[in-house]
């Protein structure tokens, strides 16, 4: 993935398109929303609570054979722990695949964790694009009126 501003324009679309054609739960929130991914992929999407410690990322996904599997850290704010499962949920929107960890999984075999996507670091391209969908979705989710009309700049939302 180039750097450049085109590619930063297309990345913007494919994920505005992404964020408006999404059913959202009303009230918002990520577990209604990981249920209505689950549901759209046809595979359960599980959600595990963990306490935080120093040097694990505060969310991770985890893909296994039946199902996907949403390790966050319980013991932040609401507000951020709402933006680390709708982070995850994009990898699984975007069908990011990432590779076995031994490092985040040791005692997992890799035949078993199909891919894992650890939130550290935003300077991969996945994670910006899951970042970028993330913050579009929470953007919709807490939109009062109707729709947002289309960007001027950017025109309406649409896949590339």
Known sequence: MTHGPWARWRLLRRCRARAASLELPVPFDAAGLATLVAERRGRPVELMPIDWQP???????????????????????????????????????????????????????????????????????????????ASLILQRAVWSGPVPPADPFLGPAAHD
């Open 55 to 133: 040097g694990l990322p505060c969310g991770l996904l985890v893909s296994a054979g039946q199902a996907d599997y949403i390790v966050y850290a319980a013991d932040t704010p609401p507000l951020h722990r709402q933006h680390i499962l709708v982070h995850e949920l994009a990898h699984l929107l975007c069908e990011h695949h990432g590779a076995p960890s031994a490092g985040l999984l040791p005692h997992l075999s890799p035949d078993l964790v199909g891919r894992v996507l650890g939130r550290t670091v935003y300077s991969e391209p996945q994670e910006q694009e899951a970042e970028l969908l």
